[in-house]
């Protein structure tokens, strides 16, 4: 029996689990505070645990944002929370508040280790995550344990698959996310629809934001943008995949984030075939995350009872 | 006190060494026999091995071309070694030859471990290794344990850094190797001469093997097609580093083979600059390898001793 909160600090929702066994329990969720700073933001993540505790409870995870050293307890730089601008120390003053130890963990990594132990991972010594959202992220997991390095490792959405290529909303060029992420889709559709090329996926979407959802009907409609630029989508991911797994000799890639909940069976088959083709001998497992939207909450649950317990 | 033996088997020569606590005491090598099939392989490892049994030994680690599955005692397939054309079990044949436990390791990743056991990188935690001779290979050190896979991990000679790029050696387009592999640079210079770029490369080796040691004379000379294509090679490496360090976060990567051991400073500093290009955050040391040609076998005795002790 093991009893822990797990807390998903994301640009728009705050989303807490109650996690008994490994099965989650309770759900509470607040928007982000957009006013009042980092203060805001932790008196809003204090509310979600106290909703959530239970005497039973031995651990708290925060899934944060941006790079997290392991160990430190700080959160941040976020860019995508307001004010958020250096490392902050989170787990000392939630601890004293909330009378439990605090681990605070990066979410796209805390979502990886989630999988790998309740999810689409179960089974799978060396596995990467690759989250397909707004932009695209990824936590590894190598010998069955989180891989953390220094705080960065999983940096998988900036690794360059195209040199010269599309620009990275980072600055860079030819970059994953360039390709692959839904912000970028985006960018590259407007910017091609504007310069005459037109698509349904501007036609569609007016002046709101592109969901992935119209990715969707644009392919099922056979817009041949939209056709272009997902191919190139998956053939990136893929691209990407095939590298990784040539180094690290993985067993299992797990694809979650919004794109790949709508698009699933297309990029599925898609990477299966691109990444297949660089060298011939990939033995991969390429299947969808189980998990939702819940994954980073309870991969900062599972990660903060491994801490407790000293696993 | 740990005393052990290793054999690195190559193409061309056995070498192996009688290691004390880490330090080299003894080596003794012979030529690979090109007649006899793996049989007379083994015979020369076997004899290679007798010459530097002590009573103290309590482990033989054996470096082997080609993949290797952890814990198989099988080597091969190796295409550098006559008619060794599938696995065959060695650990068992030679542990009964020679009253010891025999341990079968991949070669570039036993100079991986021996590196980061006794040579440059000591003291790194995460660590590559890249050997940059005929062929590209590499060993990975993560969280101080060299990470085998599933016999396969460190293949970072077969990754792209240039899609629809030149052939490389495997078959597959665009590869590490194609741009930074000796046998590579050679292949692309000789095409550019026969093609009319005139290149001291060629006018220097004529029909003889392209040795590294004629790359820095041409480099020296001013060479224009030298030039190019040796900073198309640090290119390759710092791209394909920078993509591995994102995805892994590293704090160290050691140089090593030939190439690198002929052109170090010139391979270190414009890795450490193209790789520094790709995200601007990178904070990773480049040293070239200390252990020379010993490096395999080094790392193969390490790992048995390792294997020995139940480590």
Redesign the interface.
């Known amino acids: 029996m093991a009893t822990g909160i797990g807390i998903d600090v994301g640009g728009t929702k705050i989303l807490g689990v109650r996690l008994i066994d490994g099965e989650v329990d309770h759900v509470s969720k607040c928007n982000t505070p957009s006013t009042g700073g980092p203060g805001a933001v932790i008196e809003a993540i204090v509310e979600t645990a106290q909703q959530l505790l239970v005497p039973e409870a031995t651990a708290i995870g925060i899934g944060a944002p941006g790079p997290v050293v392991p160990g430190s307890g700080q959160m941040g730089p976020a860019t995508n929370l307001t004010g958020w601008d250096r490392p902050i120390d989170i787990a000392g003053p939630l601890g004293s508040e909330l009378g439990l130890p605090v681990v605070v963990e990066n979410d796209t990594n805390a979502a990886a280790a989630a999988e790998h132990r309740t999810g689409a991972g179960q089974g799978s010594t060396?596995m990467l995550a690759l989250w397909l959202g707004t932009g695209v992220g990824?936590g590894?997991v190598?010998?069955g344990?989180l891989?953390?390095?220094?705080?960065?490792?999983?940096?998988?959405g900036?690794?360059?698959?195209?040199?010269g290529g599309r620009r990275c909303g980072?600055g860079?060029v030819g970059h994953l996310e360039a390709y692959a992420g839904r912000a970028a889709i985006e960018r590259e559709a407007r910017r091609r629809h504007d310069s005459g090329e037109k698509t349904l996926l501007v036609e569609l979407a007016g002046t709101r934001r592109m969901k992935s959802s119209l990715f969707v009907e644009a392919l099922e409609r056979g817009d041949e943008i939209a056709g272009e630029l997902l191919g190139e989508a998956v053939g990136a991911v893929g691209?990407a995949v095939?590298?990784?797994e040539?180094?690290?000799?993985?067993?299992r890639v797990v694809l979650g984030g919004g794109v790949a909940n709508r698009l699933g069976p297309y990029f599925v088959d898609g990477i299966r075939r691109t990444a297949g083709r660089?060298?011939g001998?990939i033995d991969l497992e390429v299947v969808l995350a189980e998990l939702g939207d819940h994954a980073g909450a309870v991969g900062a649950a599972v990660l903060a009872l491994d801490t407790a317990r000293g696993a």
Chains 1, 2 share one sequence.
Do not use: T
């Not at 900036?158 to 040199?163: M, N, R």
């Not at 040539?246 to 067993?251: F, H, Q, S």
């Open positions: 060396d990824g590894l190598l010998d344990q891989r953390r390095g220094k705080g960065l490792a999983g940096e998988i900036h690794v360059v698959v195209q040199p980072c860079g691209a095939a590298d990784i040539l180094v690290l000799d993985l067993d660089g060298f001998h």
